[in-house]
């Protein structure tokens, strides 16, 4: 049976470093995390950004104890995630697609002139359409991969990507190439970006030629990981798919796509497919993934609300027509509705205290104004108390003495 929904508030913090001076980089790594179709398997979400002074995203919704953990383990990643990014555009992928280009020829020599190349979908599809210019590659030279067939003449076969990380996807096309050509070693491997280990691992394959890398991919393994490094590659150096290499490498995207990240979950020990970091407006893969009016909204957080401070660890959203409002100093998390939201909503939306009352009046007329200003000053009470609020001096009407 499972647990009942309740207000959650999970929060990460955009490393600075990362961030920068500018703070509408955390609400780009916002848009890029609500791209997700994992949010398809939640409840009602929102995303709620607070771009000073701590680049915090919160994610909001009413979830179970199952979902809540998941959501923690998603959120968890993306602080590395963001501080691992290494984004190329396509100004930067042609010059790469230059450099392998050149890098081909200096090792295949003449063999480059009869040599087939076939890209892995989709990404290394893009790249073979840049690199067949560069090589200037012939019509007939371009196959599909699926035809291996083409290859039995002896030529090199050269399979071409964006940026290889494990070689999974490498290891099954070399098992359906030896199976159909056992006695041949002409696969090659050409990437605009690889790992140096996973090349040297692919190299000392008896099956395969040459591993081909335009830029090195950093491994990041012992430094995030440090004694126990053994313990995270045996984990997944575990699961029954086979891969060349195994560690924590640059998160690098392409203006094309961002390749997806594999996340493991304590509770439930399994992997799960990490949550995107880079803008739907700077990789194409991200606008398209998901249909952006199912996504989770992107809020900015405000820094006061009628004249009274947010405290500098609160989150609120609407979610499912009902307030969350949370703070992470105090650990309150907690929904409002019928009444209680309506004094909120019009604090929400109101630039003063005296009009947030103004607000009530309409609401309540049957309350005289005396009363909805002692509930208002109860109701701000209780937010202080809570370190959801933080007076301001601007509210004259309450002074911090009163309201707590």
Not at 211 to 225: K, S
Not at 291 to 311: D, I, S
Not at 336 to 353: C, N, T, V
Request: hydrophobic share 40%.
């Amino acid at each position: 049976m499972s647990s009942p929904l309740r207000p959650r508030c999970v929060v990460t913090e955009i490393p600075i470093e990362a961030a920068g001076a500018d703070p509408e980089r955390v609400m780009r790594v916002a848009e890029g995390m609500v791209t997700s179709p994992a949010w398809s398997s939640f409840p009602p979400m929102a995303c709620v950004v607070r771009p000073r002074p701590d680049r915090r995203v919160a994610m909001l919704g009413f979830l179970n104890d199952t979902d809540a953990s998941r959501l923690e383990a998603l959120v968890r990643q993306v602080p590395s995630t963001v501080r691992d990014l290494r984004y190329v555009d396509y100004q930067q992928a042609e010059t790469d697609c230059e450099v392998l280009a050149a890098n081909l020829s200096n090792r295949l020599g003449a063999d480059l002139e009869q040599a087939r190349f076939a890209g892995l979908p989709r990404g290394g599809m893009i790249v073979l359409g840049m690199l067949s210019y560069a090589l200037g590659l012939r019509p007939n030279q371009i196959i599909d991969l699926r035809d291996v067939e083409a290859t039995s003449d002896g030529h090199p076969l050269v399979i071409v990507d964006d940026c290889v990380i494990t070689g999974a996807r490498i290891r099954a096309q070399r098992n359906r190439f030896v199976t159909n050509n056992a006695s041949r070693r002409d696969l090659v491997v050409a990437a605009l970006y690889a790992t140096p280990a996973l090349c040297d691992a692919v190299e000392t394959d008896s099956a395969m030629r040459a591993c081909i890398r335009a830029r090195d991919v950093q491994d990041f393994t012992d430094e995030r990981w440090g004694d126990h490094a053994g313990t995270y590659r045996n984990r997944w150096e575990n699961r029954p798919v086979e891969r060349y290499w195994t560690g924590v490498p640059e998160h690098v995207a392409f203006a094309w796509s961002e390749p997806d990240v594999g996340v493991w979950d304590e509770e439930l020990g399994r992997v799960m497919r990490g949550l995107p970091v880079v803008s739907p407006s700077s990789c194409l893969k991200n606008r398209h993934a998901t249909n952006p009016e199912t996504r989770p909204p992107v809020f900015r957080q405000p820094e006061t609300t009628a004249g009274c401070a947010l405290g500098p660890h609160t989150f609120v959203a609407e979610v499912d027509s009902k307030w969350i409002i949370a703070s992470t100093r105090s650990g309150v998390c907690m929904s409002m509705s019928g009444s209680s939201a309506m004094f909120w909503q019009a604090l929400w939306e109101a630039s003063s205290i005296d009009e947030a009352i103004e607000r009530l009046a309409d609401s309540f007329p049957s309350v005289s104004p005396a009363s909805l200003r002692d509930d208002t000053r109860q109701f701000i009470g209780e937010l202080v108390r809570f370190d959801v609020l933080q007076h301001s001096s601007s509210s004259a009407p309450f002074d911090h003495a009163s309201v707590s």
